[in-house]
């Protein structure tokens, strides 16, 4: 049975590891409020001009922007990996990159050659050691993603796209579900996807109609035509560029914000399995204290028997 000094000490080690976990867990908490107001506030625009893309690109002449084409082979895929810098975020990183990886087998298999982007020193860290080398690497920006990021990973996606060098191009990352939740997505960014983001990320489960055949035309609400001004090119080329960097830049926050969650659950678990240690430590010292009392007062009392008689 341990003694008394070997408890007290584990007891004071696990404490102190409680407080460590404990305001790690108060810091992410605070993190999470911003990064969900960023998420929260920029989810409408990615939203738009990624419905706008849709609506309007079947209006478009097909030459008028070489990103709206579908290519006829699969050939080359680039997938951007979004991570974190940090670990004690529980299985935030590990799902992440355990997909990636299993979905560029996935690929390899089929023929296709792919390339990596890796965001944040985890992903960078587990593709180095399997020998993966990612054209990009982002490192401490996981937590504070920037508008220049995204707008790199966009441009450097679009133009090897446009010139062939590139036929699909898909990104992995946590969604923050809430405060408490994380959901792992895969979300194909080239060529367009007609998924809207209520759909993409579960935020408002499209409701079918059951009565649309049911339903008379209305005449007065004819679908119209779209004119494009100064043409077909410039409103396509504009409309791309920003569908490409909303897409990335709004992964790249969102994951920011799943991050934060994912820490302070983790935190608080630690901290209530410390709590819980901390107990049952208690309770196992106050037993061997009292059993070292009782041993010692019988062997008092058997010493002061002894000289009696």
């Known amino acids: 049975m341990p003694n008394l000094h070997d408890i007290e000490r584990r007891i004071n080690s696990v404490s102190s590891t409680k407080q460590i976990t404990r305001t790690m867990e108060m810091v992410a908490a605070a993190k999470i409020r911003r990064a969900s107001e960023r998420v929260y506030n920029a989810l409408p625009w990615a939203s738009a001009i990624s419905e706008m893309l849709i609506s309007t690109a079947k209006y478009a002449p097909l030459d008028s922007e070489p990103l709206l084409a579908t290519h006829d082979e699969v050939k080359r895929a680039l997938i951007v990996v979004i991570a974190s810098d940090r670990g004690l975020a529980g299985g935030f990183n590990s799902n992440v990159l355990r997909h990636a990886e ?6 390899e298999r089929q023929g296709i050659e792919v390339e990596i982007v890796a965001c944040g020193k985890k992903a960078i860290g587990y593709f180095s050691y399997r020998n993966i080398v990612p054209i990009f690497e982002f490192r401490d920006l996981s937590a504070d993603p920037t508008y220049e990021e995204a707008a790199e990973i966009s441009q450097f996606a ?9 036929d699909e191009v898909i990104i992995v990352f946590n969604h923050a579900k809430n405060a408490a939740e994380q959901r792992l997505i895969e979300q194909q960014v080239l060529p367009i996807n007609t998924t809207s983001y209520a759909e ?24 119209g035509d779209i004119d494009f001004e100064p043409d077909a090119e410039s409103v396509m080329h504009y ?29 608080k678990s630690a901290t209530d399995n410390a709590n819980e240690m901390v107990n049952t430590l208690t309770r196992v010292y106050n037993r061997v204290r009292q059993g070292a009392i009782t041993t010692e007062i019988s062997e008092i009392v058997g010493g002061a028997a002894a000289l009696e008689e």
């Open 158 to 166: 679009g133009d090897s796209y446009r010139e062939g060098k590139l």
């Open 200 to 223: 993409l990320l579960g935020l408002a489960p499209k409701e079918k109609d059951y009565f649309e055949h049911f339903r008379e035309k209305d005449l007065n609400h004819l679908p």
């Open 102 to 107: 299993k979905l560029i087998k996935e690929k």
């Open 239 to 267: 409309l791309m560029r920003a569908y490409l960097r909303n897409t990335f830049y709004y992964a790249l926050i969102d994951s920011a914000a799943a991050e934060q969650g994912a820490r302070r659950t983790a935190m």
